[in-house]
T-cell receptor, first 115, second 105 residues
Framework: DTEVTQTPKHLVMGMTNKKSLKCEQH?????MYWYKQKAKKPPELMFV???????INESVPSRFSPECPNSSLLNLHLHALQPEDSALYLC??????????????FGPGTRLTVL | SQQGEEDPQALSIQEGENATMNCSYK?????LQWYRQNSGRGLVHLIL?????REKHSGRLRVTLDTSKKSSSLLITTSRAADTASYFC?????FGQGTELSVKP
């Protein structure tokens, strides 16, 4: 199974809502990533988890709160978002976060719209 | 910024032609990866080339790496309409700006 799944596929939320994005992989990967991608732009790294611990936070605002409950799951909790946070949120996983970049496997993304 | 720069930003060709995209990066690397993304979808890993490799092939894909110039190229031979997508290079989880390829049938 080389699949990374993400739910939901689409999400529309108001600025006062609280919602969560979910990501799951069963490849035994110990590194998981959240990226944000705006239209016609490359993915921008938000967070990296390595062995269920947050190892990289790319200065992401606190209204985005990641959580890694176990080695297969990665959540992104959203609260008090702004319209400019509307984007495609991509989850990825890889075998390790050693100095060498291992192949990252990406999920299909969650298309988020903040009203 | 560690982000790479893809060149060209957009490329339009006819089916059957070859497509070449270039990527430059700023930091030292252990390897470099190329990804493809269909509109609004997740990224698909195409090929990884290690820093001690100069060229790598996979099917219709050919990737070169010049670490002295900090650059890489992706060649897609005999392109098909289904190759229409955006192509990104990536180093250490940092993505380049991407090349949007349009292949006309």
């Amino acid at each position: 199974d080389t699949e990374v799944t993400q739910t939901p596929k689409h999400l529309v939320m108001g600025m006062t809502n609280k919602k969560s994005l979910k990501c799951e992989q069963h490849m035994g990967h110990r590194a998981m990533y959240w990226y944000k991608q705006k239209a016609k732009k490359p993915p921008e790294l938000m967070f990296v988890y390595s062995y269920e611990k947050l190892s990289i936070n790319e200065s992401v605002p606190s209204r985005f709160s990641p959580e890694c409950p176990n080695s297969s799951l990665l959540n992104l909790h959203l609260h008090a978002l702004q319209p400019e946070d509307s984007a495609l949120y991509l989850c990825a996983s890889s075998q390790t976060t050693s100095g060498q970049v291992d192949t990252q496997y990406f999920g299909p993304g969650t298309r988020l719209t903040v009203l | 910024s560690q982000q790479g720069e893809e060149d060209p930003q957009a490329l339009s060709i006819q089916e059957g032609e070859n497509a070449t995209m270039n990527c430059s990066y700023k930091t030292s690397i252990n390897n470099l990866q190329w990804y493809r993304q269909n509109s609004g979808r997740g990224l698909v890993h195409l090929i990884l080339i290690r820093s001690n490799e100069r060229e790598k092939h996979s099917g219709r894909l050919r990737v070169t790496l010049d670490t002295s110039k900090k650059s890489s190229s992706l060649l897609i031979t005999t392109s098909r309409a289904a190759d229409t997508a955006s192509y990104f290079c990536a180093t250490i989880v940092i993505f380049g700006q991407g090349t949007e390829l349009s292949v006309k049938p």
